[in-house]
């Protein structure tokens, strides 16, 4: 059973106009991200939520930001996304600090083109 | 600066062959953990290593974590179109949830 699931799989938009993608899972773990992956390269990281506190990473564009209603839902909202952001975008789950060294799950990823 | 070198960037080869994937460092990591993603999938966890000098395997995957914990390796024996995919190396240094990622190792495995 999947366990952290994101929608759409695919999704199209044209260059300026806003996109959302969303991502939930069913693990009840602490600690959501979402990264944007270029071409058989690593995952970069952009954000992460632990519980409620948001965290930016540095390099991270202003175009770029994040919803976490609830434990088990989180947004990546794109502002005016540009062809540059053409990108796999995977979310991952994981506990926090407690408990040891920590595995991500990742989700399947949404497939972002911009026309 | 790549914290997490790994090499080689790309590798193709003959099904049956045995290979080698590195991930290197200057830096020491508490744990250091390798993931496999398959194209159009998210990247899924292979295995965790904690312990410097530790090796682990799954089936036909040989993991080692370098003595000083700043290096692992992953050896695939009898290489197999199965094993095809992007292969991800992620250290942990200061926390135990936040990961350092290398670059990745697409391997291709040709029947």
């Known amino acids: 059973d999947a366990m952290v699931i994101q929608n759409p799989r695919y999704q199209v938009t044209q260059f300026g106009k806003p996109v959302t993608l969303s991502c939930s899972q069913t693990l009840n773990h602490n600690v959501m991200y979402w990264y944007q992956q270029k071409s058989s390269q690593a995952p970069k990281l952009l954000f992460h939520y632990y519980d409620k506190d948001f965290n930016n990473e540095a390099d991270t564009p202003d175009n770029f930001q994040s919803r976490r209603p609830n434990t088990s839902f989180c947004f990546l909202d794109i502002r005016s996304p540009g062809l540059g952001d053409a990108a796999m975008y995977l979310c991952?789950?994981?506990?926090?600090?407690?408990?040891?060294?920590?595995?991500?799950?990742f989700g399947d990823g949404t497939r972002l083109s911009i026309l | 600066t790549q914290l997490l070198e790994q090499s080689p960037q790309f590798l193709s080869i003959q099904e049956g062959e045995n290979l080698t994937v590195y991930c290197n460092s200057s830096?020491?990591?508490?744990?250091l953990q390798w993931y496999r993603q398959e194209p159009g999938e998210g990247p899924v966890l292979l295995v965790t290593v904690v312990t410097g000098g530790e090796v682990k395997k799954l089936k036909r995957l040989t993991f080692q974590f370098g003595d000083a914990r700043k290096d692992s390796s992953l050896h695939i024996t009898a290489a197999q179109p199965g094993d095809t995919g992007l292969y991800l190396c992620?250290?942990?240094?200061?926390?135990?949830?936040?990961?350092?990622w290398g670059a990745g190792t697409k391997l291709i495995i040709k029947p």
């Open positions: 992620a250290g942990a240094r200061d926390s135990n949830y936040q990961l350092i």
């Open positions: 991952a789950t994981s506990r926090g600090e407690e408990g040891g060294v920590q595995p991500q799950h």
């Open positions: 830096s020491v990591f508490s744990s």
